[in-house]
């Protein structure tokens, strides 16, 4: 195509373009390459603009590497290719390539993140050692094995299995309709460190059966011989399968064989006081366990003196789980005078078990004799204001509790508000972290009120008794400074404490010392200063620093 523009003849072939000099007559044609631009008029028809034309054709290697992407399922293996171009082969793989031929042949991590992305919406690496490609491969087994039907192609399964073998590690495995044998992981997978498996059924909806949930004696079997030949399983799940003594027993015989397993889980099943004995057997002077998991089951008073005592002996156990149980008030007292004598405990949860006042009494026991519990739940009992009380004053003296839960335990508002803020100024603590000036401001103007309080006692009827009662009331830790106000400190109005009109007026500084301990948590002598009466607030909102500093 060739166009004249003012003295200028353009002509484009083969998306290359050379403008002409022809504004000088009789000086014949002379080329000049545009390097890949051309001249195109505009309106006016004697300017013009310049205009990028260039259209390079992909080179040689990208073609071949497109390709060998396309066929990478015919021929996957990639003998002498530099590593440089088989990241790019793999980026332009499809992600419906079959995971027989991916799992094996490429990992590269890119494609991996591809492939679970577009197939799942939430992916956390956490769970699955932080890879993309385990996380790929143990989520598709597991699905496979959940949706495997009771008369499919164990061959099929086995064959996909065998491909992934050497990146399953950990399987949670919700539902098992098919109640294939779990040999069929076992014997392929070398490496697999936990497994989790619930014989039931999801989404059932209006074709519920009885039949679909629980684990039988069949199954029981097949995982005594998987558990006995495993060397490497270290977490074994098997919650919400209706395991019953009888059940237990089986697996128990099983575990006993075993060498590896650490962490056992086995809630919401309907273990009872004989199945509970069978599992304290596990934790004799040979164990291994370091966290066992009994929520949720059928154990009585009787099963809890059962693992009481062989606590008693236990030197590896460091987390025991028996919530939404029935041991009651004896069961709890029983478990906890034996937990005195354990060195290695650090959390119990032992909520929702009908406990009340004996095992309050117990577990203040425990507390003034332990130095490692760390953990302790005792949420949804029946503790009261006078168990409320005996824990209170554990936890007081305990300097190890960083958590307890004491919620719904029938405990007064104020008596369950001290205790917390009695555990939460010890974690804060523990963890080197100033308490944030929200929270300040809060416990200084609880420490304010109580002064006027006190001072409006002292004026209404001179008596001594209410500032006695808010002491003891209010008591807080016992290592906060006692640091007692002056006059100057009380609110306007009120009494001054060193007026000779006010004959108690001892009492009433020692409710305003036990209030300004109170604002000040267990720092091991360091303390936040209690702000005066009407003090401004920008001394309360100091910044962390400066709290420091003082």
Known sequence: NAEYMGGYLSCSANMRTTTFNLSR????????????????????GSQGRWINRKQEPPSLVSVCLECIAHNFTLYPDLPGIPQKFIDKICAQVPVSMPVEVAAIHISDDSYWKRAAMGRWRTCQLEEHGGTWKQMYLERHVEELLESFPPNGNVSQLKKQIQA??????????NQLLSHIDMGIVFDVCPFITRIQVTFGAKHVGMDYERSLFGMKMSDAQCLVRCIKMSQRLVWLGLPCNLIDDDLMRMLIAGMQQNYSITQLDLSHNKIGDHGARRVAKLLGPKSLLTHVNLADNQIHADGARYLGQMLRINDTLLELNLRLNRIGDSGGKSLCEDLIHNSTLTSLHIGSNSLGYETARAVQELLNASSILTRLDVSCNNLQDNGGKL????????????????RMCQLPPDLEEEINQIVKARELHQRNIPMAPARRRRVHQDANNTQKMAANSLDNNGSGAFAMNLAEKLGSMRDAPPALLSPSSMPDGGVSLSSPTAPTASAAQAAAAVAASSAAPNTGGHSTPVPQAGSPAEDVDRDDSAVAES
Do not use: E, N, Y
């Open 25 to 44: 007559p009789g000086a014949g044609i002379t080329g000049t390459p545009a390097k890949h631009q051309a001249m195109a008029t505009t309106s006016g």
């Open 164 to 173: 992934c073998r050497l990146h399953i590690f950990s399987l949670k495995i």
């Open 391 to 406: 824990v209170r004053d554990a936890v007081r003296s305990s300097h190890s509790l960083v958590f307890l839960d004491v």
